[in-house]
T-cell receptor, first 116, second 110 residues
Framework: EPEVTQTPSHQVTQMGQEVILRCVPI?????FYWYRQILGQKVEFLVSFYNNEISEKSEIFDDQFSVERPDGSNFTLKIRSTKLEDSAMYFC??????????????FGPGTRLTVL | QLLEQSPQFLSIQEGENLTVYCNSSSVFSSLQWYRQEPGEGPVLLIALYKAGELTSNGRLTAQFGITRKDSFLNISASIPSDVGIYFC???????????FGPGTRLSVLP
């Protein structure tokens, strides 16, 4: 069964450093997403991406964050100048079809980011 | 947009039925139920699209409220592998953003 994959599973970084989280969405999906979950809290939407551009973003997704689809399979989240409060699980998700009434999002296993 | 869930914690005996509730003051175009195990991503259980829609997936049954502001998830004949955190997630205005509820943490005692 197709699934969303994410690498690395755990990333440790020093405050102020840049990190790139990688995702491979399900191959025939057209929408891609990043969510984050701070330990013990609910899942929060960051950004959605379609047709090589951001379609929606939340207040959390400020200039510190950026997303990219560098090739036909990968979808990345870059966090510049990481802060302690960026420590969280980051989930990638993808969905098909493109918009309309149906939108079933499938999540990857997540990347645990720890900022020291 | 704010989604509330109840109960926050639920501990039941294996074989019992349970219901988790999700409600909001806002209207959602669709609503999905997910289960999350520790250290893993949410897994989609049921997706609801029409007001009043009642959908089953094995031992799971969920319904979308007539007003599109609420939903419930029922699990029958619980088993130990049902443990986890159950989230409802509502889609805003046919956009691509899902708002998640705070979750219901389920324990199933053998």
């Amino acid at each position: 069964e197709p699934e969303v994959t994410q690498t690395p599973s755990h990333q440790v970084t020093q405050m102020g450093q840049e990190v790139i989280l990688r995702c491979v969405p399900i191959s025939n999906h057209l929408y891609f997403y990043w969510y984050r979950q701070i330990l013990g809290q609910k899942v929060e939407f960051l950004v959605s991406f379609y047709n090589n551009e951001i379609s929606e973003k939340s207040e959390i997704f400020d200039d510190q964050f950026s997303v990219e689809r560098p090739d036909g399979s990968n979808f990345t989240l870059k966090i510049r100048s990481t802060k302690l409060e960026d420590s969280a699980m980051y989930f990638c998700a993808s969905s098909w079809p493109s918009g309309g009434t149906r939108n079933e999002q499938f999540f990857g296993p997540g990347t645990r980011l720890t900022v020291l | 947009q704010l989604l509330e869930q109840s109960p926050q914690f639920l501990s039941i005996q294996e074989g019992e039925n349970l219901t988790v509730y999700c409600n909001s003051s806002s209207v959602f175009s669709s609503l999905q139920w997910y289960r999350q195990e520790p250290g893993e991503g949410p897994v989609l259980l049921i997706a609801l699209y029409k007001a009043g829609e009642l959908t089953s997936n094995g031992r799971l049954t969920a319904q979308f409220g007539i007003t599109r502001k609420d939903s419930f998830l029922n699990i029958s004949a619980s088993i130990p592998s049902d443990v986890g955190i159950y989230f409802c997630a509502g889609r805003e205005n046919y956009g691509q953003n899902f708002v998640f509820g705070p979750g219901t943490r389920l324990s199933v005692l053998p």
